[in-house]
Nanobody, 121 residues
Framework: QVQLVESGGGLVQSGGSLRLSCAASGSIFSIYTMSWYRQAPGNQRESVAVISIGGITNYADSVKGRFTISRDNAKNTVYLQMNSLKPEDTAVYYC???????????????WGQGTQVTVSS
């Protein structure tokens, strides 16, 4: 019923930039908190950035000042602008959102399939 689809990953040199997008589709009534997570090989999945329905943001210390999360509520889309990328930013990046559909009584948490970001040194 509800899907999150990420795009925008790829290979970039250290110091470069990428912009990730995540579009929600399906029978959506409302989207609450939207987030980006990442998981590097051998590591646990970690929160990178969060944005509330009202636009309040929060970032992991490791990306503050380099990454910017934003959302377009009209398009049901969240973005992650990543600047000054470092090799340690290499990971699979996942979109996450709390969504209430039009067919279910409660909001549920959804994950995208992930997009690979590789930063070469």
């Amino acid at each position: 019923q509800v899907q999150l689809v990420e795009s925008g990953g790829g290979l970039v040199q250290s110091g470069g930039s990428l912009r990730l997008s995540c579009a929600a589709s399906g029978s959506i009534f409302s989207i609450y908190t939207m987030s980006w997570y990442r998981q590097a090989p051998g590591n646990q999945r970690e929160s990178v950035a969060v944005i509330s329905i009202g636009g309040i943001t929060n970032y992991a210390d490791s990306v503050k000042g380099r990454f910017t999360i934003s959302r377009d509520n009209a398009k049901n889309t969240v973005y992650l602008q990543m600047n000054s990328l470092k090799p340690e930013d290499t990971a699979v990046y996942y979109c996450n959102a709390d969504i209430k559909s039009t067919v279910l009584a409660n909001a549920y948490n959804y994950w995208g399939q992930g997009t690979q970001v590789t930063v070469s040194s």
